[in-house]
């Protein structure tokens, strides 16, 4: 069953602007992650952010959590025609295995 | 670290046969390995977790005697599609919880997926 839900469904910004993808769960989780798929290929983790941590910054990426509204937020800034992809947030609890989001297509405009 | 690969990467193949997915974990140890299966331009829906030594765990309506899952080492976990119809055509990935080390035990290392045709 889906966990999590991204929004927007799809994106389409110029290089150089921000990207700002947004995820909300429903249940208690240990930590919350967000992975990039390239068309056609596996997916690659990002980052992973837990419940009790608020933001976490890799690069040019800058991840919020808020626990009490259950959702989480990716920001990708000075963005690239690399960073085409789809984004999806994951939940984990404990040894049980990830739950994907349906995922943000982001196009990255040259 | 923390490398899964697949193989094979694309198969194609006729209605009603089997066909065999390895998912290796090639720098790591993995007693826990998943199978997802993904549409077009959707989310990945989880299909079973493969335990080392032990019976895989299938998610509700994925049929166990169709999908065969083997996890004989702490290395490899091998997906069967037996008796493969095109419906089940898909991109499969797998897999693998990271090594007991901080976040990456709590992480998952994917391979880069194999896309099934069955004709």
């Known amino acids: 069953s889906q966990q999590g839900e991204e929004d927007p469904q799809a994106l389409s910004i110029q290089e150089g602007e921000n990207a700002t993808m947004n995820c909300s769960y429903k249940?208690?989780?240990?930590?919350l992650q967000w992975y990039r798929q390239n068309s056609g290929r596996g997916l690659v983790h990002l980052i992973l952010?837990?419940?009790?941590?608020r933001e976490k910054h890799s690069g040019r990426l800058r991840v919020t959590l808020d626990t009490s509204k259950k959702s989480s937020s990716l920001l990708i800034t000075a963005s690239r025609a690399a960073d085409t992809a789809s984004y999806f947030c994951a939940t984990g609890s404990g040894n049980t295995p990830l739950v994907f989001g349906k995922g943000t297509r982001l196009s990255v405009i040259a | 670290g923390a490398v899964v690969s697949q193989h094979p990467s694309r198969v194609i193949c006729k209605s009603g046969t089997s066909v065999k997915i390895e998912c290796r974990s090639l720098d790591f140890q993995a007693t826990t390995m998943f199978w997802y299966r993904q549409f077009p331009k959707q989310s990945l829906m989880l299909m079973a977790t493969s335990n080392e030594g032990s019976k895989a765990t299938y998610e509700q309506g994925v049929e166990k005697d169709k999908f065969l899952i083997n996890h004989a080492s702490l290395t490899l976990s091998t997906l069967t599609v037996t008796s493969a119809h095109p419906e089940d055509s898909s991109f499969y990935i797998c897999s693998a919880r990271g090594p007991p080390s901080g976040d990456l035990q709590e992480t998952q290392y994917f391979g880069p997926g194999t896309r099934l045709l069955v004709l």
């Open positions: 952010i837990r419940s009790n941590e």
């Open positions: 249940t208690s989780i240990n930590n």
